[in-house]
C-alpha cells in the first residue's frame, strides 16, 4: 500500500554532484523511517544512509560518510539523498526503501530505483 518513486538519477562526472529525491504515497502511517540502498553490477545490494521518521537521527556507510546527505522533507513527505564528490565506484542503482518504525529491522517498502553513473 506504501508507493515509493525515485527521481534524479543520471550521468555526471567524476567529483560532480546529484540530487536523489524519493516521494511516498499511501500507507497508514503519517510518516515513515526511510533508507537509501545502492546496488552496482555483479555486486550484492549494500546500505547507503538511513533517516529516522523525525529526520532527528541519520546514518551513514563509512564509504558515502562526509560526501552524501540524506534528508527529509515531512511536508512533501519526501525524502532526498544529496551526493557530493561522486567516485567512479558510486556508480548503481539507487533504490529508496521505507518502514513503520525506526527500531524495525527491515525495510518493506520499496522503490523502483534510479540509475547513477559516475563516468572518470
Known amino acids: 500500500q506504501v508507493q515509493l518513486v525515485e527521481s534524479g538519477g543520471g550521468l555526471v562526472q567524476a567529483g560532480g554532484s546529484l540530487r536523489l529525491s524519493c516521494a511516498a504515497s499511501g500507507g497508514t502511517y503519517s510518516r515513515y523511517a526511510m533508507g537509501w540502498f545502492r546496488q552496482a553490477p555483479g555486486k550484492e545490494r549494500e546500505f547507503v544512509a538511513r533517516i529516522s521518521k523525525s529526520g532527528g537521527s541519520t546514518f551513514y556507510a563509512d564509504s558515502v560518510k562526509g560526501r552524501f546527505t540524506i534528508s527529509r522533507d515531512n511536508g512533501k513527505n519526501t525524502v532526498y539523498l544529496h551526493m557530493n564528490s561522486l567516485k567512479p565506484e558510486d556508480t548503481a542503482v539507487y533504490y529508496c526503501?521505507?518502514?513503520?518504525?525506526?527500531?524495525?529491522?527491515?525495510?518493506?517498502?520499496w522503490g523502483q530505483g534510479t540509475q547513477v553513473t559516475v563516468s572518470s
Open positions: 526503501a521505507a518502514k513503520s518504525r525506526d527500531y524495525d529491522q527491515q525495510y518493506p517498502y
